[in-house]
T-cell receptor, first 115, second 113 residues
Framework: DGGITQSPKYLFRKEGQNVTLSCEQNLNHDAMYWYRQDPGQGLRLIYYSQIVNDFQKGDIAEGYSVSREKKESFPLTVTSAQKNPTAFYLC??????????????FGPGTRLTVL | GDSVTQMEGPVTLSEEAFLTINCTYTATGYPSLFWYVQYPGEGLQLLLKATKADDKGSNKGFEATYRKETTSFHLEKGSVQVSDSAVYFCALSPNQAGTALIFGKGTTLSVSS
């Protein structure tokens, strides 16, 4: 079955540690996205990538880093510079076709808690 | 810049009641519009979509019509069920290849039997 997987589902981090959230897709989509979700604030874009080896900052990129070495994978690292990392993190992907809407497909999410 | 505004919740209804969740948008050009649904502890699922003015998206008894004149995309369902309890997000795509969606803040719906 095609889809997007995120791991782990729950992640606990001590203050000062970096952690990496995994996102893999087998939908053959070119574009991938990371969002952060906090209660009452909807989804906020962290980073996105339209093609391998290229990515752009979203609205709240500070304290985060990404890589896009393979089409299927877009891992997100939450660094110690992120002051309030406790949140629900969602990964999404979309086909890139000129002239078409960008329907995004979401993974199940990773809940990160800082202890 | 482009933005989406949806009614604040929570919305609390009894089973079989009529549902409306308002969504309005601001955009340059001709965006595509979406409604996504999120069940507790899960990711978002696409509920319905509309890609041009006057299009009506529909799925699982939910409907929304793309109204360019009022810049709106209100979600409606004639008879809600307990299983419809979830968070609903309105979103737009600026229709530039690969760009991210712009989401509203979400509306929590709670349906009781």
């Amino acid at each position: 079955d095609g889809g997007i997987t995120q791991s782990p589902k729950y992640l606990f981090r001590k203050e000062g540690q970096n952690v990496t959230l995994s996102c893999e897709q087998n939908l053959n989509h070119d574009a991938m996205y990371w969002y952060r979700q906090d209660p009452g604030q909807g989804l906020r874009l962290i980073y996105y990538s339209q093609i391998v080896n290229d990515f752009q900052k979203g609205d709240i990129a500070e304290g985060y880093s990404v890589s896009r070495e393979k089409k299927e994978s877009f891992p997100l690292t939450v660094t110690s510079a992120q002051k309030n990392p406790t949140a629900f993190y969602l990964c999404a992907s979309a086909p890139v076709s000129s002239g078409l809407y960008n329907e995004q497909f979401f993974g199940p999410g990773t809940r990160l808690t800082v202890l | 810049g482009d933005s989406v505004t949806q009614m604040e919740g929570p919305v609390t209804l009894s089973e079989e009641a009529f549902l409306t969740i308002n969504c309005t948008y601001t955009a340059t050009g001709y965006p595509s519009l979406f409604w996504y649904v999120q069940y507790p502890g899960e990711g978002l699922q696409l509920l319905l979509k509309a890609t041009k003015a006057d299009d009506k998206g529909s799925n699982k008894g939910f409907e929304a019509t793309y109204r360019k004149e009022t810049t709106s995309f209100h979600l409606e369902k004639g008879s809600v069920q307990v299983s419809d309890s979830a968070v609903y997000f309105c979103a737009l795509s600026p229709n530039q290849a690969g760009t991210a969606l712009i989401f509203g803040k979400g509306t929590t719906l709670s349906v009781s039997s």
